[in-house]
């Protein structure tokens, strides 16, 4: 006897939400199951059940594959798995049968693409001033047709595959095809297929799954919700990862310096651009070290301070009832309460804490002889200066890195926080994204690149990839100077 | 035959600049003067010369270990045999060893001395053991990795530059007054701040193309030369004859006494920043001992090192005094001097030789047949 798949679809699930229903067109009856939460109601009536009822076919001899031809769909199949019907059920298919046949069905997706999705991003987590405002959105075909847009090349390949036991989420890989290395694609393709995991929520999350070290405070993959910076980093050799209902794209390999750059580098001119990427590394440098360089000083080095700052220091350390570790550990403590609290709070809102916090408490604090008024420009400093990354990863890194060396510094000095510069160097040197070096282009030493790593030069230097990434093809663009031809020296 | 270094392995050749420049540079550069005193003010000289020489030794570790690229076990188990070739590998060990801990110890008492009297000899050894493994654990890519930022260092050799504006190049005079015996003297007591050749009788296979890179051995042979010849003169020049005998560390005297808007007392941050060669310049003859002990006696590194590293700090905790430590520095410099000017020169020739006699043999087979 054969499965009456209308009756073991009604039984495999309780969900109110599967429908099942029945229209009656010259004494046939046709059956239709869904979830009414998933399919597209419009489709479904516009595109099915007028062109079903307006037929004028044969409908006492009529077969799902007449019903195939009338219905201008695409993707139907026919099926007679309950495995596989339901599979395609729970992503937004209606399923079709006729009446006495009721062992096999017709597969129609009506899903509904953009139901419960934001239609735009305005990149407000990455903002720059000039430069597209175009971001990236939860759902997965909006962002693969902004980046077949952007590039409008048929290089750019995607590879699709699903990752998930429950959720079966879309992941795309993208690549430029005779460009990027296919040693990465490899490696990506290999290390998501090999994932098992129940439901992928983020790209972050999926980042976590496929490290090469999952043991470091560093982000191995650089995530952006920009289409102007994955672009480039696709068009510079980088494998894109991207993953259904994240606004986040990841690629790799990356390098620690390309968290620095921001997509406003290239749009300045490149002077600009590169006295402004410089102060980004200065800000990093100055906000791992400066409390730490406070405590070391204070506690031990006072020796390296000359004789003229000696007294402004001594003068507001002397209501400070506290050791400099203490008294930076409370006040560290007091902006990371204060950041933490600010971005869980609405924005209209954090706006008056941010005022209530940094300026009365800073102010409360020093007056109170808490801390010293040097250390609260310092601190203040430091985490303005944490800020300056184009990517909020980063910034959370430094933002831990600074807490260890406050600790070191304040049981051995500057020798601690040399001993902890040594161990996060050497952890850089272990690091590898995607199998591939994390500190290029210093270490390996790639000559060639330090034309866009710690400055940006102009644009008729860049003319080539780099080999951080070993492209296949190095060759970009060809800018060359204009020149007036006829202004030379003697304005002949 | 050991096969052949993998790609992914090796590093470009010319890391041997900064392989051999970093480890040049350690501790020794703080009080490397009183060393060559010997020659008085023509110290420089012998440290010139000593320079010079050692170019000729580089030259004979690449010719003895290029073409393929070997190590030196390799040419041990060549020469004299498996057995008698191992145990000379292992002596080698022994050699490594001492040159790491001689390395960690001077930092250390630098550290001592300057900066923290108080701090418990155990403390600064224990933290300085646990970076070493993380990174000789790493692997040659990392450690030679870490030997790269000395490249960051260099600019603060033109901290050199203070001094010499209170120096007077009359000190310096008269040049060539002191005899040719002295000068060598002086050199000899003064090899202790060349040591680092050394390590490249192991790491050579690792280098992609060592052979073609040989120049920048030289290189980094040449630039620890000026260096320490400059510091030398700059040293002679701001230091009188009588003042520098009763300095101990005149590199540091120099630096203490500049001083900026922001920051006095220079010499801490130059101590601090030297960490940055201390770390290289020490893992870099441990990893050569368990590479050794890996080829040797086919220990695991993941049980080597450990043991290595033990070994390191019960030794360095076993050196207590200035005294014990100058005795200790002394020994090795004569060590050093045997192993660069009568070891390998010797493991050369004897290389050669037995090269020659070999392919008279080959030639008078393919006579026979």
Redesign the interface.
């Known amino acids: 006897m054969l499965p009456n798949l209308l009756h073991d679809l009604k039984e495999s699930t309780k969900s109110a939400d599967l429908l099942q229903s029945c229209i009656t067109i010259n004494n046939n009856r046709i059956y239709f199951t869904y979830f009414s939460t998933l399919i597209n109601q419009e489709k479904f009536h516009h595109d099915v059940l007028s062109f079903i009822q307006l037929s004028k076919g044969d409908w006492n001899h009529l077969h799902l594959q007449d019903l195939q031809a009338m219905i201008p769909l695409e993707g139907m199949k026919i099926s007679e798995e309950l495995d596989e019907v339901i599979k395609s059920l729970v992503r937004g298919s209606i399923f079709l049968q006729l009446d006495p046949h009721l062992h096999e069905g017709l597969i129609i997706d009506l899903s509904d693409q953009k139901s419960g999705l934001r239609d735009h991003n305005d990149t407000e987590n990455e903002f720059s001033v000039i430069g597209p405002k175009v971001g990236f959105v939860e759902s997965l075909d909006i962002n693969l047709s902004l980046l077949r847009r952007g590039f409008g090349t048929e290089k750019l390949t995607f590879e699709e595959l699903s990752i998930g036991k429950m959720s079966k989420t879309r992941i795309v890989i993208a690549y430029l095809d005779g460009i990027t290395n296919p040693e990465y694609i490899n490696t990506a393709r290999q290390r998501l297929s090999d994932l098992d995991f129940d439901i992928v929520f983020e790209s972050s999350l999926l980042e976590q799954l496929i490290t090469d070290n999952s043991n470091s405070p560093f982000p191995l993959f650089l995530s952006s919700e920009r289409l102007d910076r994955i672009m480039y980093s696709v068009l510079n050799g980088e494998v894109a990862i991207l993953c259904d209902g994240s606004p986040f794209v990841l690629t790799r390999p990356t390098s620690l310096f390309s968290f620095f750059v921001s997509p406003e580098d290239y749009y300045l001119p490149w002077i600009l651009g590169s006295c402004f990427r410089l102060i980004r590394y200065f800000g990093v440098a100055f906000s791992i070290l400066a409390s730490s360089f406070y405590v070391a000083i204070l506690t031990f080095h006072y020796i390296v301070i000359p004789r003229e700052l000696l007294g402004p220091i001594i003068e507001s350390r002397s209501n400070v009832p506290f050791p400099p570790v203490l008294e930076v550990l409370f006040l560290e403590m007091t902006i990371e309460l204060l950041r933490e609290a600010g971005s869980r709070l609405p924005s209209k809102v954090s706006q008056t804490l941010g005022i209530v916090g940094g300026i009365i408490l800073g102010q409360a604090a020093v007056a109170a002889g808490l801390t010293s008024n040097i250390l609260l420009i310092i601190v203040s400093l430091s985490a303005l200066a944490s800020f300056t990354t184009p990517i909020f990863k980063i910034s959370n890194t430094i933002r831990f890195l600074r807490f260890p060396l406050i600790v070191l510094a304040s049981f051995w000095g500057g020798f601690g926080i040399m001993i902890g510069l040594m161990f996060i160097l050497g952890h850089l040197l272990r690091l590898k994204s995607l199998g591939a070096p994390y500190i290029v282009p210093i270490f390996p030493f790639r000559n060639n690149s330090f034309s866009d790593s710690f400055i940006r030069s102009s644009f008729t230097q860049l003319n080539n990839r780099f080999f951080t990434t070993r492209p296949l093809s190095t060759k970009r663009f060809n800018v060359k100077k204009n020149k007036d031809i006829g202004d030379d020296y003697n304005n002949e | 035959m050991q096969q052949r270094i993998k790609e992914n392995y090796a590093?470009?050749g010319y890391f041997v600049f900064f392989l051999i420049a970093v480890t040049q540079a350690a501790a020794t550069l703080f009080n490397f003067q009183s060393l060559a005193l010997h020659a008085g003010q023509d110290a420089w000289i012998s440290i010139i010369l000593i320079g010079v020489s050692l170019h000729l030794i580089i030259w004979m570790i690449y010719k003895m270990l290029g073409n393929p690229a070997k190590d030196v076990i390799d040419v041990h188990q060549t020469v004299f045999g498996t057995i008698i070739g191992n145990v000379l590998s292992l002596i080698v060990v022994g050699y490594y060893f001492l040159m790491a801990l001689f390395f960690l110890r001077s930092y250390m008492e630098v550290?001592q001395v300057w900066?923290?009297p108080s701090?418990r000899t155990w403390?600064?050894a224990g933290?300085f053991i646990c970076?070493i493994y993380?990174?000789v654990s790493?692997g040659f890519?990392?450690v030679a990795?870490?030997s790269?930022?000395y490249l960051t260092l260099i600019p603060m050799f033109f901290w050199f530059y203070f001094p010499t504006r209170q120096g007077d190049l009359g000190l310096l005079l008269p040049i060539f007054n002191h005899s040719l015996i002295d000068v060598i003297k002086s050199s000899k007591s003064s090899c202790i701040i060349f040591f680092g050749i050394e390590p490249l009788l192991i790491y050579l296979p690792f280098l992609k193309a060592g052979q073609k890179h040989e120049k920048w051995a030289h290189f980094a042979l040449m630039f620890s030369t000026f260096k320490y010849t400059a510091i030398m003169i700059v040293t002679l020049m701001y230091f009188s004859q009588g003042l520098l005998k009763h300095t101990f560390w005149p590199t540091m005297a120099m630096t203490q006494n500049i001083?900026?808007?922001?920051?006095?007392?220079f010499e801490?941050?130059f101590i601090?920043?030297w960490?940055?060669t201390i770390?290289p310049t020490v893992c870099i003859p441990i990893w050569c001992c368990t590479r050794i002990m890996k080829r040797v006696c086919s220990i695991k590194p993941g049980l080597s090192l450990p043991f290595v590293l033990a070994a390191l700090l019960i030794a360095a905790l076993t050196l207590k005094e200035r005294a014990q430590i100058d005795a200790f520095g002394t020994f090795i410099n004569d060590c050093a001097i045997y192993f660069h000017f009568a070891y390998i020169p010797l493991l050369f020739i004897i290389t050669w030789i037995v090269a020659r006699l070999k392919g008279k043999r080959k030639i008078t087979k393919i006579d026979e047949t």
């Not at chain 2, 001083?259 to 007392?265: G, H």
């Open positions: 590093i470009s550290i900066v923290f701090l403390v600064i933290l970076i993380y990174v790493g890519r990392v990795g870490f790269f930022f001083e900026f808007s922001f920051i006095a007392r801490y941050v601090f920043m960490q940055l770390i």
